[in-house]
């Protein structure tokens, strides 16, 4: 026989299992790079979705505006738009004139090109 069964109390002397360490359970979703990239680019379009739909309002009503009489003039080599203004405007109103020219054609700036027709107010 051996000793090691004869020896009294040797299952006392064994060490208790130790349950293994609780690891934090891994996210249940994990992304690649390309799932980050899907997510980004679904978000900006949800955000540009949103400010295109809030960021412009237009000013358009249903109801006509008052017409205006207008004459159309073709700019001249060195037209200026503060000169065509000048001409049609009452005195100081000048500005304001330039103005009503640009918003009456939707003109970017106040540059003027050879050849282009513009609409002008009548008086």
Do not use: C
């Not at 990239?37 to 978000?43: A, D, T």
Request: glycine share 12%; proline share 8%.
């Amino acid at each position: 026989m051996s000793s090691y069964a004869a020896t009294p109390g040797l299952a006392s002397r064994r060490r208790p299992r130790r349950a293994p360490a609780s690891r934090p359970s891994p996210s249940p979703v994990r992304l690649t790079r390309r799932g980050r990239v899907v997510l980004v680019v679904l978000f900006l379009a949800v955000l540009l979705a949103v400010l295109t739909g809030f960021g412009s309002h237009s000013a358009a009503t249903g109801e006509s505006g008052t017409p205006v009489r207008t004459r159309t003039v073709e700019v001249g080599e060195g037209d200026t738009l503060w000169g065509l203004a000048r001409e049609v405007a009452k005195p100081g109103k000048v500005g304001d004139m330039v103005i009503r020219i640009r918003e009456l054609n939707a003109l970017p700036s106040s540059g003027l090109v050879e050849g282009q027709q513009i609409a002008v107010p009548v008086g």
